[in-house]
Nanobody, 119 residues
Framework: QVQLVESGGGLVQPGGSLRLSCAAS????????MGWYRQAPGKQRDLVAA???????NYADSVKGRFTIARDNAKNMVLLQMNSLRPEDTAIYYC?????????????WGQGTQVTVSS
């Protein structure tokens, strides 16, 4: 059974920081691209950052220079350090695990964690 469990969300003032964590189980973690997505009310779910199994990181333009994604293959965890937070970063943040192999895509989602940036 695959589980992705996020933690670390909350309420923070503009300019503040939060760190999100995602603990994965039930997958061969090191083979997966791990990512963070977010969805604001009334909007689609968008990629925030991703970290491939080969070590390539990818960020949405809106978070470049402010957010950092990291992964620990020994602990099956992916982190998202969010600095200089803005009200527009308010959303539910979802952890994602994705693997494409042999023409088949395996993708899994966490339950999401709320991040609210407000004064």
């Amino acid at each position: 059974q695959v589980q992705l469990v996020e933690s670390g969300g909350g309420l923070v003032q503009p300019g503040g920081s939060l760190r999100l964590s995602c603990a994965a189980s039930g997958i061969r973690f090191s083979r997966y691209t791990m990512g963070w997505y977010r969805q604001a009310p009334g909007k689609q779910r968008d990629l925030v950052a991703a970290f491939s199994s080969g070590g390539i990181k990818n960020y949405a333009d809106s978070v470049k220079g402010r957010f950092t994604i990291a992964r620990d293959n020994a602990k099956n965890m992916v982190l998202l350090q969010m600095n200089s937070l803005r009200p527009e970063d308010t959303a539910i943040y979802y952890c994602n695990a994705n693997l494409w192999t042999g023409g088949v895509t395996n993708t899994y989602w966490g339950q999401g964690t709320q991040v609210t940036v407000s004064s």
